[in-house]
Protein backbone atom coordinates (compact mmCIF):
# COMPACT_ATOMS: atom_id res chain seq x y z
CA UNK A 1 0.00 0.00 0.00
CA UNK A 2 1.37 3.45 -1.06
CA UNK A 3 0.18 6.48 0.67
CA UNK A 4 1.00 10.05 -1.69
CA UNK A 5 0.24 13.40 -0.15
CA UNK A 6 -0.56 16.17 -2.92
CA UNK A 7 1.68 18.19 -2.92
CA UNK A 8 0.60 22.29 -2.51
CA UNK A 9 1.02 24.33 -5.99
CA UNK A 10 3.93 26.72 -6.43
CA UNK A 11 2.92 30.19 -5.00
CA UNK A 12 4.34 33.37 -4.00
CA UNK A 13 3.98 34.52 -0.43
CA UNK A 14 4.22 38.09 0.45
CA UNK A 15 4.91 39.31 3.75
CA UNK A 16 5.49 42.96 4.96
CA UNK A 17 9.04 43.72 6.89
CA UNK A 18 9.88 47.22 6.71
CA UNK A 19 8.93 50.74 4.83
CA UNK A 20 10.79 51.15 1.88
CA UNK A 21 10.15 52.08 -1.98
CA UNK A 22 7.52 50.44 -3.96
CA UNK A 23 10.89 50.75 -6.19
CA UNK A 24 12.02 47.84 -4.37
CA UNK A 25 9.04 45.52 -3.94
CA UNK A 26 9.82 41.99 -4.74
CA UNK A 27 8.05 38.66 -4.90
CA UNK A 28 8.99 35.75 -2.94
CA UNK A 29 8.18 32.15 -4.89
CA UNK A 30 7.98 29.14 -1.98
CA UNK A 31 7.48 25.94 -3.81
CA UNK A 32 6.01 23.22 -2.27
CA UNK A 33 6.09 22.45 1.68
CA UNK A 34 9.48 20.70 3.00
CA UNK A 35 8.26 17.06 4.30
CA UNK A 36 7.45 16.54 8.11
CA UNK A 37 8.31 13.19 8.18
CA UNK A 38 4.16 11.61 8.74
CA UNK A 39 3.76 10.36 5.31
CA UNK A 40 7.27 7.81 5.86
CA UNK A 41 6.05 7.42 9.56
CA UNK A 42 2.58 6.26 8.58
CA UNK A 43 3.93 4.24 5.24
CA UNK A 44 6.49 2.51 7.66
CA UNK A 45 3.59 1.71 9.83
CA UNK A 46 1.59 0.35 7.25
CA UNK A 47 3.80 -1.60 5.59
CA UNK A 48 5.54 -3.09 8.49
CA UNK A 49 1.90 -4.10 10.21
CA UNK A 50 0.75 -5.70 7.00
CA UNK A 51 4.31 -7.86 6.62
CA UNK A 52 3.53 -9.20 9.85
CA UNK A 53 -0.22 -9.94 9.61
CA UNK A 54 0.38 -11.88 6.09
CA UNK A 55 3.27 -13.54 7.41
CA UNK A 56 1.08 -14.60 10.59
CA UNK A 57 -1.64 -16.06 8.76
CA UNK A 58 0.48 -17.93 6.28
CA UNK A 59 1.88 -19.35 9.41
CA UNK A 60 -1.21 -20.51 10.65
CA UNK A 61 -3.03 -21.58 7.15
CA UNK A 62 0.36 -24.02 6.90
CA UNK A 63 0.08 -25.31 10.26
CA UNK A 64 -3.92 -25.75 9.31
CA UNK A 65 -2.62 -27.51 6.08
CA UNK A 66 0.18 -29.91 8.57
CA UNK A 67 -3.34 -30.92 10.59
CA UNK A 68 -5.46 -32.23 7.46
CA UNK A 69 -2.65 -34.10 6.12
CA UNK A 70 -2.53 -35.60 9.77
CA UNK A 71 -6.25 -35.94 10.12
CA UNK A 72 -6.25 -37.74 6.64
CA UNK A 73 -3.57 -40.18 7.90
CA UNK A 74 -4.88 -41.12 11.37
CA UNK A 75 -8.54 -41.41 10.08
CA UNK A 76 -9.69 -44.85 8.12
CA UNK A 77 -11.79 -43.58 5.06
CA UNK A 78 -15.06 -44.48 6.91
CA UNK A 79 -18.61 -42.12 7.63
CA UNK A 80 -17.44 -39.65 10.86
CA UNK A 81 -13.74 -38.56 9.32
CA UNK A 82 -13.08 -35.16 9.54
CA UNK A 83 -10.89 -33.06 7.18
CA UNK A 84 -9.92 -28.94 6.81
CA UNK A 85 -10.86 -27.49 3.47
CA UNK A 86 -10.49 -23.95 1.84
CA UNK A 87 -13.25 -22.36 -0.08
CA UNK A 88 -13.73 -19.23 -1.26
CA UNK A 89 -15.54 -16.20 1.14
CA UNK A 90 -15.94 -12.85 -0.08
CA UNK A 91 -12.86 -13.21 -2.07
CA UNK A 92 -11.16 -14.21 0.79
CA UNK A 93 -9.61 -18.03 0.70
CA UNK A 94 -10.83 -19.73 4.04
CA UNK A 95 -10.35 -22.52 6.30
CA UNK A 96 -13.11 -24.77 7.79
CA UNK A 97 -14.16 -28.60 9.03
CA UNK A 98 -16.22 -30.63 7.26
CA UNK A 99 -17.06 -34.71 8.20
CA UNK A 100 -17.49 -36.68 5.59
CA UNK A 101 -20.37 -39.34 5.44
CA UNK A 102 -20.90 -42.23 2.90
CA UNK A 103 -24.33 -42.69 1.76
CA UNK A 104 -25.21 -46.22 0.54
CA UNK A 105 -23.43 -48.98 0.01
CA UNK A 106 -20.04 -48.90 1.60
CA UNK A 107 -17.92 -49.39 -0.95
CA UNK A 108 -19.98 -47.65 -3.94
CA UNK A 109 -21.91 -45.29 -1.69
CA UNK A 110 -21.66 -41.29 -2.74
CA UNK A 111 -19.34 -39.46 -0.30
CA UNK A 112 -21.07 -36.21 1.02
CA UNK A 113 -19.62 -33.68 3.72
CA UNK A 114 -21.25 -31.44 6.44
CA UNK A 115 -19.63 -28.34 7.81
CA UNK A 116 -19.06 -28.88 11.47
CA UNK A 117 -18.82 -25.63 13.65
CA UNK A 118 -15.39 -24.19 15.15
CA UNK A 119 -17.04 -24.05 18.73
CA UNK A 120 -17.40 -27.43 18.43
CA UNK A 121 -14.96 -29.12 16.61
CA UNK A 122 -13.17 -31.26 19.09
CA UNK A 123 -16.30 -33.34 19.91
CA UNK A 124 -16.46 -34.37 16.15
CA UNK A 125 -13.60 -36.94 16.68
CA UNK A 126 -15.23 -40.04 16.32
CA UNK A 127 -13.85 -42.92 18.72
CA UNK A 128 -15.62 -45.98 17.30
CA UNK A 129 -14.61 -48.40 15.33
CA UNK A 130 -11.44 -48.45 13.28
CA UNK A 131 -11.81 -44.39 14.61
CA UNK A 132 -10.84 -45.58 18.23
CA UNK A 133 -7.07 -46.13 18.19
CA UNK A 134 -6.33 -42.94 17.16
CA UNK A 135 -9.02 -41.14 19.09
CA UNK A 136 -7.34 -38.69 21.20
CA UNK A 137 -4.37 -37.96 19.00
CA UNK A 138 -7.24 -36.80 16.35
CA UNK A 139 -8.90 -34.98 18.68
CA UNK A 140 -5.55 -32.82 19.77
CA UNK A 141 -5.48 -32.44 16.50
CA UNK A 142 -8.75 -30.71 16.36
CA UNK A 143 -8.14 -29.02 19.59
CA UNK A 144 -5.20 -26.92 17.65
CA UNK A 145 -7.12 -26.42 14.61
CA UNK A 146 -9.93 -25.00 16.50
CA UNK A 147 -7.38 -22.68 17.98
CA UNK A 148 -5.64 -21.57 14.39
CA UNK A 149 -9.36 -21.28 12.84
CA UNK A 150 -10.64 -18.88 15.51
CA UNK A 151 -7.07 -16.45 15.41
CA UNK A 152 -6.98 -16.69 11.81
CA UNK A 153 -10.66 -14.84 11.55
CA UNK A 154 -10.09 -12.75 14.39
CA UNK A 155 -6.68 -11.49 12.58
CA UNK A 156 -8.56 -11.50 9.30
CA UNK A 157 -11.46 -9.56 10.93
CA UNK A 158 -9.39 -6.76 12.48
CA UNK A 159 -8.02 -6.07 9.11
CA UNK A 160 -11.35 -6.00 7.82
CA UNK A 161 -12.89 -3.25 10.80
CA UNK A 162 -9.81 -1.22 10.39
CA UNK A 163 -10.65 -1.05 6.62
CA UNK A 164 -14.33 0.06 7.43
CA UNK A 165 -12.95 2.66 10.19
CA UNK A 166 -10.86 4.03 7.85
CA UNK A 167 -12.84 4.48 5.13
CA UNK A 168 -15.73 5.95 6.98
CA UNK A 169 -13.53 8.30 8.90
CA UNK A 170 -12.16 9.28 5.31
CA UNK A 171 -15.31 10.32 3.89
CA UNK A 172 -15.65 12.59 6.74
CA UNK A 173 -12.45 13.99 7.08
CA UNK A 174 -11.84 14.37 2.80
CA UNK A 175 -14.34 16.82 2.16
CA UNK A 176 -13.39 19.29 4.77
CA UNK A 177 -10.22 18.88 4.07
CA UNK A 178 -10.76 19.43 0.35
CA UNK A 179 -12.53 22.42 1.37
CA UNK A 180 -10.20 24.22 3.69
CA UNK A 181 -7.33 23.64 0.92
CA UNK A 182 -9.36 25.11 -1.75
CA UNK A 183 -9.97 27.90 0.69
CA UNK A 184 -6.15 28.46 1.83
CA UNK A 185 -5.47 28.45 -2.21
CA UNK A 186 -7.42 30.63 -3.10
CA UNK A 187 -6.01 33.14 0.23
CA UNK A 188 -3.03 32.81 -2.47
CA UNK A 189 -4.47 33.38 -5.55
CA UNK A 190 -6.85 36.80 -3.96
CA UNK A 191 -3.19 38.06 -2.55
CA UNK A 192 -2.72 41.50 -4.31
CA UNK A 193 0.76 42.75 -1.53
CA UNK A 194 4.42 42.03 -2.52
CA UNK A 195 7.32 41.58 -0.18
CA UNK A 196 8.70 44.75 1.34
CA UNK A 197 12.56 43.43 1.82
CA UNK A 198 14.62 44.91 5.28
CA UNK A 199 17.13 47.41 3.83
CA UNK A 200 19.25 44.69 5.16
CA UNK A 201 18.86 42.13 2.63
CA UNK A 202 21.86 43.39 -0.19
CA UNK A 203 19.18 42.36 -2.94
CA UNK A 204 16.36 45.33 -1.77
CA UNK A 205 19.39 47.70 -2.15
CA UNK A 206 19.50 50.86 0.00
CA UNK A 207 22.06 52.13 2.21
CA UNK A 208 22.98 50.15 5.58
CA UNK A 209 20.96 51.18 8.50
CA UNK A 210 24.53 51.50 10.25
CA UNK A 211 25.04 54.54 7.86
CA UNK A 212 22.09 56.19 8.66
CA UNK A 213 22.43 59.50 10.59
Known sequence: MCIILPAAPARAVYVFRSKVPLSRLKPVVFQSPPKIGIADALQQLIDTAG????RQVLLLDEMLVDIDQLLNILQPARSGKVRIEWVWVNDIKKPRAVVYSRRGLQKRGKWT?????VSNLPRRA????LFHE????VR???VHAQTLMSERANLVLSVTN????SSRKLESVEPKANRLREE????????DTHVRFDKR?????????????
Not at 113 to 117: D, I, N, P, S, T
Not at 134 to 137: E, G
Not at 201 to 213: N, T, Y
Open 51 to 54: ARLI
Open 113 to 117: REVAG
Open 126 to 129: KRTG
Open 134 to 137: NHQV
Open 140 to 142: QLL
Open 162 to 165: LSQS
Open 184 to 191: IWETFRNL
Open 201 to 213: DPEAGGDDPDDES
